[in-house]
């Protein structure tokens, strides 16, 4: 930069300087007329900084996080090379903070140098290559952002539970909450496999409404594969959620006095030979979904068996026990789960 050094230069201040009595467009035209290289165009700016719908209106009539918006496009104006910001997002709500800090970074891109200070560590974080801490008029410290988290920052995790509001994890309490879980699965899945050898022979392990359910589906015409997977299922669902297992039975036996939904799982068996992403599943499993939302009420009767992390753990175990052998049923089963929670039930995800 030479003797035309301030035509390269862009500042915005976090008080906004502008005409008050021009409107938005007219003050970056009267900034556009300050220079005399190319300029960017101001309505194409405006609509960068989401205030075309007040270009016409006067710069005193607007709001701090407008007139904020107004700064950052006049500062943008003259296309700088060196641009200083002070406090780009203030006066902003969440979506145009977030608009903002994207132009901000797009301007970067082009090569221009970006100045930037703030109070907001998000917004410092996000945006700045390097930081500088700068205390009683002296910088302090300079690192990257990485730097300044892996050098100052605590790990650990802040989670809201349900009902009890925040709660700070440190990253010992995170290791351990991780070991009990794993070790929880591990168990699970043990007693998982152990009951899916045990299902293999008789039917000694089911109650006899559960072995009626197994008889209807033979008489029904379903598959002997289908049968048996149902038995596992079964008997998997009696040892791992007791407390759930005969008004599963009950949800069973309503669902077979239904045909359509009879004749729905037949054809969603027949896929078992299908690739994953075959389209046909999508028609399937809307098809599947829709049945099952014509009786909410059996559905609403699923929903205390997602009380908890357990019993949702329980579920996934239970209901992909096959997954892994069958990757077309597990991509239907993804499939009408997607649209039972699109139609508001809390289905987990597993």
Known sequence: MGADYFEHVGVGFELPAGFGRLTVRENLAAFASLYRGPVEDPDALLERVDLTDAADRRADELSKGMRMRMNLARSLINRPELLFLDEPTSGQDPVRSALLRGLVRE????????????????????????????????????DTPRGFNLGHGRPGLVAEIKGAGARELSMESLTDVDRQLSDRIEALIARRDTLQRLADGDRSLLPQRACAILDRLTDLG??????????????????????????????????????EYVELQKRGWDALSWD???????????????????????MEAQADFFSTPDAITRYGLINNHRADQMPSMARLTELIEERLRAAGFDIPHH
């Open 107 to 142: 301007t970067a891109q082009t090569g221009c140098t970006v100045f930037l200070t703030t109070h907001d560590m998000v917004t410092a974080d996000l945006l700045c290559d390097r930081l500088a801490f700068v205390t009683r008029g002296r910088i302090a410290a300079i």
């Open 222 to 259: 379903f598959r002997s594969d289908f049968v048996a997977t149902q038995r596992e299922g079964l008997v998997l669902a009696r040892a791992l959620a007791p407390e759930f297992f005969e008004g599963f039975v009950t949800q069973l036996e309503h669902r077979l006095d239904d045909p």
């Open 276 to 298: 994953p992403d075959d389209p046909r599943l999508e028609e399937i499993a809307s098809a599947l979904a829709d049945n099952l939302l014509a009786d909410r009420v059996l």
